[in-house]
């Protein structure tokens, strides 16, 4: 999509802080944080919202889901038990869907938060 800025950010041609890239996925931090760690992971293909998501979609919104942990524990936001049962850590993820969901970039994208109590 040619006025998509999440496409020109996959494409290079604008800047972002890269967290975690392969060939269907790219992760970068917020550039306007809502938590100490603010970071979102985008589908390289381009889908307006995840209402847009057909069942061929399913593997790519699967790792997605499971980039998300991976890479919140390695910004200090791991969800963790001790041999106690306690847990502690953890981070909140958000897809923001259509205008009243809160989307504003129609490319999807989920939002990645923690380093506090949200």
């Known amino acids: 999509m040619d006025n998509c800025i999440f496409c020109k950010i996959v494409a290079k041609q604008i800047p972002a802080s890269v967290l ?5 996925l790219l992760a970068f931090k917020d550039i306007n944080p809502a938590a100490p760690v603010h970071f ?3 589908p390289k293909k381009h889908l307006a919202s995840l209402a847009d998501a057909k069942p061929e979609d399913a593997v790519l919104l699967g790792k997605m889901l499971e980039l998300a942990p991976k890479l ?3 910004h200090g936001c791991a969800y963790v038990e001790d041999a106690d ?3 502690s850590g953890g981070f909140k993820t958000v897809v923001n869907t259509g205008p009243n969901g809160g989307q504003v970039v129609y490319h999807l994208h989920m ?3 923690g380093g506090a109590k949200l």
């Open 20 to 24: 975690y890239e392969d060939d269907d």
């Open 40 to 42: 979102l992971i985008i």
């Open 72 to 74: 919140a524990a390695e």
């Open 85 to 87: 049962g306690n847990k």
């Open 111 to 113: 939002h990645v938060l």
